[in-house]
């Protein structure tokens, strides 16, 4: 089974990329981890820190593959738009399941900014699996109990 985890330096990132760690067998699986450059950075001044950075976290992530005996993983840095780079990705890598970290925005930022985990879920060929949260954080509640 081939995995595919978007990660930047976010903690939904983080707790996504724990996730595939506890699904995937870690023996006979890829896992795939993918960090996009927004575009916009790669046409300012900002590219070569923001390549270094992609290049830094990638390590960061590669070296926790290694840590937890995972096989066969390969980190990959585009540039472009991180929802069509990553169904391109997808396709491309005949991927089986995305596993993306929610950021849990409000109305207002998702109604403004659009949320990358609902693009995939909705534009995505394969199975898509939404992260959360961590199981160490606690579970936010409201209302009366």
Same mark, same amino acid.
């Given at each position: 089974?081939?995995?595919?985890?978007?990660?930047?330096?976010?903690?939904?990132?983080?707790?996504?990329?724990?996730?595939?760690?506890?699904?995937?067998?870690?023996?006979?699986?890829?896992? @795939?981890?993918? /960090?996009? $450059?927004?575009? &916009?950075?790669?046409?300012?001044?900002?590219?070569?820190?923001?390549?270094?950075? *992609?290049?830094?976290?990638?390590?960061?992530?590669?070296?926790?593959?290694?840590?937890?005996?995972?096989?066969?993983?390969?980190?990959?840095?585009?540039?472009?738009?991180?929802?069509?780079?990553?169904?391109?990705?997808?396709?491309? @890598?005949?991927? /089986?399941? $995305?596993?993306? &970290?929610?950021?849990?925005?409000?109305?207002?930022?998702?109604?403004?900014?659009? *949320?990358?985990?609902?693009?995939?879920?909705?534009?995505?060929?394969?199975?898509?699996?939404?992260?959360?949260?961590?199981?160490?954080?606690?579970?936010?509640?409201?209302?009366?109990?």
């Amino acid at each position: 089974m081939k995995y595919l985890v978007l990660v930047d330096e976010s903690k939904g990132a983080h707790n996504a990329f724990n996730m595939a760690l506890k699904i995937m067998n870690k023996e006979k699986d890829e896992l @795939h981890i993918l /960090n996009v $450059i927004n575009e &916009g950075d790669a046409m300012e001044n900002y590219f070569e820190v923001s390549k270094n950075k *992609s290049q830094t976290l990638l390590e960061n992530y590669s070296e926790k593959c290694h840590k937890n005996g995972v096989k066969h993983y390969n980190p990959t840095s585009l540039v472009g738009d991180v929802r069509n780079e990553s169904i391109n990705y997808c396709q491309k @890598h005949a991927i /089986n399941m $995305i596993i993306v &970290g929610s950021r849990g925005m409000g109305m207002l930022s998702r109604a403004l900014l659009g *949320s990358v985990s609902e693009y995939i879920v909705g534009h995505s060929p394969v199975s898509v699996l939404v992260v959360k949260k961590s199981e160490d954080e606690p579970v936010a509640m409201s209302g009366n109990i």
